[in-house]
């Protein structure tokens, strides 16, 4: 199944250009072959790319550096003195 997002009027500006930056092309390509009928692999392609589209839109929180404590630097320079 292929989806071209920038052509979809269900979307956003906004979601397109979230889409934009994780797919190279305009067309997201869904395959599926679960099922042994036509109809419900296109059933299951539908609702895989609906799950695909939905995960992709939250967005990502940014991930915070955390830093060691000063004690924790202090402990690891005398353990390796130590040695």
């Given at each position: 199944m292929f989806f071209n997002f920038q052509q979809s009027k269900n979307l956003s500006d906004?979601?397109?250009v979230?889409?934009?930056e994780l797919y190279?092309?305009?067309t997201i390509i869904i395959i599926s072959h679960e099922e042994r009928s036509q109809k419900q692999n296109k059933e299951s392609a539908i609702q895989k790319l609906f799950n695909?589209?939905?995960t992709n839109l939250i967005p990502r929180k940014e991930r915070l550096a955390t830093k060691f404590p000063r004690s924790q630097k202090t402990k690891r320079y005398v353990d390796k003195?130590?040695?």
């Open positions: 906004q979601e397109k979230m889409l934009q190279n092309d305009d695909e589209i939905n003195t130590r040695q």
